[in-house]
């Protein structure tokens, strides 16, 4: 697998926002909440405030921040790159990006089919790192 192919990668300005809650918080995590399409967003906890289960996935990390799905739901997302951006809104209830005037957005990209060849081949399971 190619060094710059990654599940999830992130924009400047979520690296950015990342950067802002992790010197508020300290370590960060992302769990994708819900939502099977663009415009989902990615709840953002102080890490290890979540309780990660047997039946979440390991997708990736995105500025030093584990990122983590449901099983069920990485079935839908698992042909696509997935893009952590910020926009203007606010942040779910329980996500630190709540209450700074901008939001977690997940947009994304299909992978092709080579890249997608490449990604099949490393095992994803529970807790995969």
Not at 49 to 77: C, H, K, L, P
Request: charge should be negative; proline fraction near 3%.
């Amino acid at each position: 697998m190619g060094e710059a192919l990654s599940r999830v990668v992130a924009t400047d300005a979520a690296r950015a926002m990342i950067d802002e809650l992790r010197a508020r918080h300290g370590p960060v995590m992302f769990f994708q909440s819900g939502g099977c399409c663009d415009g989902s967003a990615p709840m953002c906890y102080p890490d290890g405030e979540f309780n990660i289960s047997d039946t979440d996935v390991y997708v990736g990390e995105i500025n030093g921040a584990a990122f983590y799905m449901g099983r069920e739901q990485f079935a839908y997302w698992e042909h696509t790159q997935l893009i952590i951006d910020v926009v203007a809104g606010n942040g779910g209830m329980f996500s630190l990006d709540n209450g700074t005037g901008r939001r977690f957005l997940t947009r994304s990209r299909l992978f092709s089919d080579a890249e997608f060849a490449d990604l099949a081949a490393v095992h994803i399971g529970p807790h995969d790192t």
